[in-house]
């Protein structure tokens, strides 16, 4: 029995993911484009997505999202432990000053769980983000930087190579001081995000949209990591 991964399942997740993150119904050709596939190969995937519900088409025949996602979407809470435990803790704790984001890696793009600004009902933080560029983000840093070294160089081989370097550069950081940040263009840290662990899943904390300068950053990396723990701590 071939061990390779079948392509077609790979394809007809790819078709669905892209679907769901789109935010507005796709035409066949533009699908096609986006993911570089052929055209009657997404034609037949999308036909296959809409027999099983996780597609339907409006009065343009454009495609989104079927019902299935609202499906997987209540699915994935009641079986992850670990999206309970994080935006259970993240919903009770709002913040004025800065945005609270929790996010997981799929493949080099980050997929936000939660992402609450300053002053923003907590409950509109659940969901409703797009894939964001890991290599943007100190989520992807963090959850990057928790890979070991042959696994990284397969996420970021297509990188260009000076993109490569500086991620390289962030993850060894990260490693070494436990979290990883980013600095805004006026040398101050805007970034800061912690890993954590919850019935073995992965997934990662951050503040964003904020500014401290080095020596103020202790105090709030304690304050994430207080998160980190009321987390991978939380009564399910």
């Known amino acids: 029995m071939s061990s390779q991964p079948n392509q077609s399942l790979i394809d007809g997740i790819r078709c669905f993911q892209e679907l769901t993150i789109a935010g507005r119904p796709l035409g066949n050709k533009e699908l096609s484009e986006k993911l570089d596939l052929n055209i009657i190969k997404v034609n037949r995937l999308l036909r296959t997505l809409k027999s099983i519900g996780m597609a339907e088409q409006n009065a343009q025949k454009k495609y989104m999202p079927g019902p299935v996602v609202h499906v997987l979407a209540a699915q994935s809470f009641h079986s992850s432990a ?19 984001a929790i996010g997981v890696l799929w493949q080099d793009s980050v997929v936000y769980m939660y992402h609450a600004l300053a002053h923003q009902d ?3 933080g659940l969901g409703g983000y797009h ?19 042959e696994e990284l160089a397969q996420t970021i081989d297509h990188w260009p190579e000076e993109q490569k370097v500086a991620m390289r550069i962030a993850v060894a950081n990260a490693r070494a001081k436990g979290y990883a940040c980013c600095t805004g263009s006026n040398g101050k840290i805007n970034n800061i995000a912690c890993t954590f662990f919850v019935g073995g899943a992965k997934a990662a904390i951050a503040f964003t949209d904020f500014e ?25």
Request: glycine share 4%; hydrophobic share 40%; proline share 5%.
């Open 212 to 236: 401290v300068e080095a020596d103020e950053l202790d105090g709030r990396v304690a304050e994430l990591k207080r998160l980190v723990a009321k987390i991978e701590n939380y009564d399910q």
């Open 122 to 124: 907590p409950a509109d």
């Open 82 to 100: 670990l999206f309970r435990a994080a935006t259970k803790v993240a919903i009770n704790t709002p913040f004025d000053d800065r945005t609270l």
């Open 131 to 149: 894939l964001y560029p890991s290599s943007q983000s100190s989520i992807g840093m963090a959850l990057l930087a928790e890979m070991d070294d």
